[in-house]
């Protein structure tokens, strides 16, 4: 199963990555070149199923790097492909989308405002909003985030868009957003079962 956290800059998305990993909280902030993927071990609790996640760290637009080797003063500089979303389909294949925002900076909710009608229609996306251990410099209303959900007008076999609050610092919220990784599984489950039902029905 494969899960993209996306976001715009300096929103904490390598921080969790690196916390559904289990590591530790860091404060340090080091900007991410291009996308980064590990897997985890997550358990589906009613059959005790340990399920593989993918967890992708998007970066939309990574550095440019130069290919090792030595050149001639003459010759230009041979730049190697960034791994980022202008060269990878992020979306390909995966089963569900984190959208991040940071409470405490407006734009980077405008971001996702930009970027959730992009996502496929099929993937069910949870929005993240971080750093809620600042709440005394929150510029991102809870109701209003929940208004920008209601109003998306999405169709009606659309997947679902879900809300959540969280910290990095502390921990909150990942309990939640383990919660949420229930819903692209059991999709995961109808599709592989009704494909099972199918070839079934023309194959028997």
């Given at each position: 199963?494969?899960?993209?956290?996306?976001?715009?800059?300096?929103?904490?998305?390598?921080?969790?990555?690196?916390?559904?990993?289990?590591?530790?909280?860091?404060?340090?902030?080091?900007?991410?070149?291009?996308?980064?993927?590990?897997?985890?071990?997550?358990?589906?609790?009613?059959?005790?199923?340990?399920?593989?996640?993918?967890?992708?760290?998007?970066?939309?637009?990574?550095?440019?790097?130069?290919?090792?080797?030595?050149?001639?003063?003459?010759?230009?500089?041979?730049?190697?492909?960034?791994?980022?979303?202008?060269?990878?389909?992020?979306?390909?294949?995966?089963?569900?989308?984190?959208?991040?925002?940071?409470?405490?900076?407006?734009w980077t909710y405008e971001y996702v405002q930009r970027e959730l009608p992009k996502v496929p229609l099929d993937i069910p996306v949870i929005i993240m909003a971080s750093h809620r251990d600042m709440e005394d410099k929150r510029a991102v209303l809870t109701e209003e985030v929940q208004s920008f959900i209601s109003e998306l007008n999405r169709p009606s076999?659309?997947?679902?868009?879900?809300?959540?609050?969280?910290?990095?610092?502390?921990?909150?919220?990942?309990?939640?957003?383990?919660?949420?990784?229930?819903?692209?599984?059991?999709?995961?489950?109808?599709?592989?079962?009704?494909?099972?039902?199918?070839?079934?029905?023309?194959?028997?």
């Amino acid at each position: 199963m494969k899960v993209v956290i996306k976001g715009d800059r300096n929103v904490g998305k390598t921080c969790l990555f690196h916390r559904l990993q289990g590591h530790t909280f860091k404060e340090e902030y080091i900007p991410t070149q291009e996308i980064q993927v590990a897997c985890i071990q997550w358990n589906y609790k009613v059959t005790d199923d340990v399920v593989k996640v993918e967890i992708w760290d998007i970066v939309d637009k990574g550095k440019v790097k130069k290919r090792d080797g030595l050149k001639m003063e003459t010759e230009e500089a041979d730049l190697a492909p960034t791994l980022d979303a202008e060269f990878i389909d992020v979306y390909k294949g995966t089963s569900g989308v984190i959208m991040m925002l940071d409470i405490t900076k407006y734009w980077t909710y405008e971001y996702v405002q930009r970027e959730l009608p992009k996502v496929p229609l099929d993937i069910p996306v949870i929005i993240m909003a971080s750093h809620r251990d600042m709440e005394d410099k929150r510029a991102v209303l809870t109701e209003e985030v929940q208004s920008f959900i209601s109003e998306l007008n999405r169709p009606s076999d659309a997947a679902a868009v879900y809300y959540m609050e969280a910290s990095m610092k502390d921990g909150f919220g990942l309990k939640y957003l383990y919660r949420f990784f229930n819903v692209p599984f059991l999709e995961l489950q109808v599709r592989f079962h009704s494909l099972q039902i199918t070839c079934w029905y023309f194959y028997r």
